[in-house]
Every structure is written in structure tokens, then in C-alpha cells.
């Protein structure tokens, strides 16, 4: 009986970690497929999405998660925020940059902008904002972090912060929570912004 062999892929020789890349691929299907569970990933990896955004998988099963990824041509992102067993600091930076090769970094925190950014890997800045206060703050921490790309949660406050992120800090925009429906990526797209991250798999073209 003839059995099946599974070949994971192994890690790229090189990783492209430039934004000229990513505002390409997004110039051409602007959502980014959000990974939580193991079993969407096929999902994923057979769509159309240029990137793929990983959110609390164990630190130990990254590395075959990400390659698998940049195997399809796809741009691999870990929320290094949400990754068990792995340090939220400049070592698990470094060690997602060069031992994994992620493509690119996403995180709330501004000191870890900086070191995503010193390892060549494109940097995500998340910002969640839960009330109007939250954004003063929000916005001294881009105006301190400098990353490449802002990631604003919910999808829906958007609207209300696009011109003042971008009359302040003209950074491409990522929307993304509670982006479940078409209309909801179209509104974010229609505004400015560069793509939609989504886990929802029906809007993974």
C-alpha cells in the first residue's frame, strides 16, 4: 500500500521583509488572512491573500506555520504580543527575525517597534482604541515608535481617527476586529485605508 509523505517546508534562504513589497501585494488584494487556530491555515494558503497575520500560536510550532506561508509567495506576520512561550522583548524580536524569518512584526508596544525595525523586518503598530481618551496617547506612541504600518482596532472607529493619524503621521493604515462582513471592508477601503486584516475566511479572496 502506497503511503503518503508530508514535507514540511523548510525555512527561505532569503526573507523579503521591505514594505515595496507588501504595498505591491496589497495594491492588488488589499486583506490579510488573521490565523488564530491551526485549521484555517489550508484555508488561508489557498486564497488569494498576499499576508498572513499569525495570533497566539505556540512559539514552538511558528517556525513549519510561517515557512509553509512564504512557501505560497504569502508574507508572514507574527503578533509577537500574543505568542505563548515566547518573550515579549528585543531577544524574541530577534529570535522571530532570524531564527523563524517572519517577514514582518506586529505588536502594541513602541519599544518593540524599534527593534522589529533595527532586525530589517517590516513593523506593525497596533492600535487598539476603546474611547476617544485612548487617542492622544495612541497617537504620542506612533509619533515616539515610527513603525512602518498602524493596525487600527475596531474596524469601526476608523473613520473617526483616519485624517487625524494621517495629519500627523502619514503612515499606510491596516483595518482590522470586527471586520465580518463586506461592507465592512469596503468602508475601510473607501477611507484610505491600505488593506483589511481579517479572520473571517469568506472575505479571504
Known amino acids: ?25 496589497f495594491g492588488h488584494v488589499p486583506v490579510a488572512a488573521v490565523i488564530r487556530r491551526g485549521e484555517d491555515l489550508p484555508r488561508a494558503l489557498a486564497s488569494q491573500v498576499p499576508a498572513v497575520f499569525f495570533l497566539r500560536a505556540p512559539a514552538f510550532h511558528l517556525g513549519p506555520l510561517v515557512w509553509a506561508v512564504q512557501a505560497r509567495a504569502k508574507l508572514a506576520f507574527v503578533h509577537i504580543d500574543l505568542i505563548a512561550g515566547l518573550g515579549k522583548d528585543r531577544a524574541g524580536i530577534a529570535f522571530l527575525a532570524r531564527d523563524i524569518g517572519v517577514n514582518g512584526i506586529i505588536t502594541s508596544h513602541s519599544g518593540l517597534v524599534a527593534a522589529a525595525r533595527a532586525e530589517k523586518v517590516i ?14 496617547s495612541a497617537m504620542s506612541a506612533l509619533d515616539h515608535a515610527r513603525p512602518d504600518i498602524v ?3 475596531p474596524g469601526v472607529i476608523f473613520p473617526l481617527v483616519v485624517n487625524e493619524i494621517r495629519s500627523r503621521l502619514p503612515l499606510p493604515i491596516i483595518v482590522g476586529g470586527f471586520v465580518t462582513e463586506p461592507a465592512h471592508r469596503d468602508a475601510a477601503l473607501e477611507r484610505g ?9 469568506e472575505l479571504w479572496p
Open 193 to 201: 485605508a491600505l488593506a483589511v486584516s481579517t479572520s473571517t475566511p
Open 151 to 153: 493596525e487600527v482596532l
Open 123 to 136: 513593523a506593525v503598530q497596533r492600535l487598539l482604541l476603546h474611547d476617544d481618551l485612548a487617542l492622544p
Open 1 to 25: 500500500m502506497a503511503t503518503r509523505t508530508t514535507v514540511t517546508p523548510g525555512r527561505p534562504r532569503a526573507v523579503d521583509g521591505s514594505m515595496s513589497r507588501l504595498l505591491e501585494a
